[in-house]
């Protein structure tokens, strides 16, 4: 006497990384599930640094857990695949994937800040009154730029008085540069000299700061 186990429904797995990581190593999410009565076994990842076809897919890790620690070996855009396996050995896609077939998630993986062009050392015309605009330019050729901020300070150092606490010159905008100079808030600046420093995101989430980027001299009492 004996029995046979029959299982030939495929199992079902699909690979759900974040968009954007700003280190080299980063979670990969994954749904997998198996109705057959045989049951899910194990997933294989699968990625590809081709941005379209024909790609080159490479065998990462064979597991059962999620997420799965991915680690990048350079910065670039990785597409992921899951292949999953029943106890039966059957599978939803072909394994390896074809050069074909395209990657069902991708995460831009950038670990380069952003850059600050100070061009804009300081303003030395004593000024009385609002309207002048600030030459500093803000570049990201990665995840491309998401936002940049400034404070305003009574003096140079960063424990000196906040006059103006960080405010928005830019949001979300999701180009690669910034160049259109920019105003502060001259009603928060003291009648004296006020030093500005600035900060910027990429979308990925890295960021760079520039203090006392430029000092802005201002006069407003009468004499």
């Avoid at 620690?69 to 994937?97: C, H, L, M, Q």
């Avoid at 030459?135 to 305003?152: M, V, W």
């Avoid at 000299?193 to 700061?209: E, F, L, P």
């Amino acid at each position: 006497m004996f029995y046979i186990l029959k299982d030939t429904q495929i199992p079902t797995g699909v690979a759900q990384a974040h968009a954007y990581a700003n280190s080299l190593t980063f979670d990969v999410h994954y749904d997998a599930f198996d109705t057959g009565p045989s049951g899910l076994k194990f997933v294989k990842l699968y990625y590809t640094l081709q941005t379209a076809a024909p790609y080159t897919w490479t065998l990462y890790i064979t597991t059962t857990v999620s997420p799965i620690s991915f680690a990048a070996t350079t910065e670039g855009r990785y597409g992921f695949k899951i292949i999953a396996y029943d106890f039966a050995d059957n599978t939803d896609e072909p394994d390896p994937p074809s050069t074909t077939t395209p990657p069902e998630t991708h995460t831009l993986c950038d670990i380069t800040a952003p850059t600050i062009t100070d061009n804009q050392p300081g303003d030395d015309i004593w000024r009385n009154a609002p309207g002048t605009l600030y030459n500093i330019d803000f570049a990201d050729t990665g995840s491309r730029l998401d936002s940049a901020q400034y404070i305003i300070r009574s003096g140079p150092s960063a424990t000196d008085t906040i006059l103006k606490d960080w405010t928005y010159i830019f949001i979300s905008t999701n180009v690669e540069t910034y160049s259109l100079d920019w105003p502060i808030d001259f009603g928060a600046c003291k009648s004296s000299w006020n030093y500005v420093s600035v900060r910027v995101w990429d979308i990925a989430g890295t960021t760079t700061t520039l203090p006392n980027a430029f000092y802005v001299k201002k006069d407003t009492i009468q004499q």
